[in-house]
């Protein structure tokens, strides 16, 4: 599993100009699955994507979470996350988890999500996408799971 966070002071996704969620500050997370990944492993990348230090304490250093804070969690499928960009000038999709097993690693963890932290948006797995945000900072990181 495969998560690309951004701090951002706001996102929002739209799908043919109708916006599916949208947050104030908070953070923006691209989650991508790969073959091998299995739903007990979503506990964990949620914990992660709650409570990973990247806000500021009064002192501005990077020692808050999203729970310390308080912020939304605008969750998007990014199936790209997982390609093999190794070799060659055009991406491999062979690691990332077929199209049925990321829909329902991603609708579990959207479901996870939402029952403890009520800020929780998301996109929609399989649609094209716009993504809007401000990355503030910019803070971004790449989390493994």
């Not at 020692?63 to 199936?79: D, E, R, T, Y």
């Not at 093999?84 to 829909?103: I, L, Q, V």
Request: hydrophobic letters at 45%.
């Amino acid at each position: 599993m495969i998560a690309l966070i951004q701090r951002v002071s706001a996102a929002r996704v739209d799908v043919e100009s109708e916006t599916l969620g949208a947050i104030g500050p908070g953070l923006l997370a691209l989650i991508g699955f790969e073959r091998d990944d299995a739903a007990e492993r979503l506990p964990r990348l949620l914990e992660r994507l709650l409570n990973y230090r990247v806000f500021p304490d009064d002192d501005g250093r990077m020692n808050l979470s999203l729970k310390a804070v308080g912020g939304g969690l605008l969750l998007v499928p990014q199936f790209t996350l997982a390609a093999d960009t190794d070799s060659g000038n055009r991406p491999s999709f062979t690691p990332a988890a077929p199209p049925e097993s990321g829909k329902a690693l991603f609708d579990a963890l959207v479901e996870q999500a939402a029952a403890i932290w009520p800020e929780t948006a998301s996109g929609r797995f399989g649609a094209n996408m716009q993504v809007s945000l401000t990355n503030d900072g910019p803070v971004t990181f790449r989390l493994r799971v």
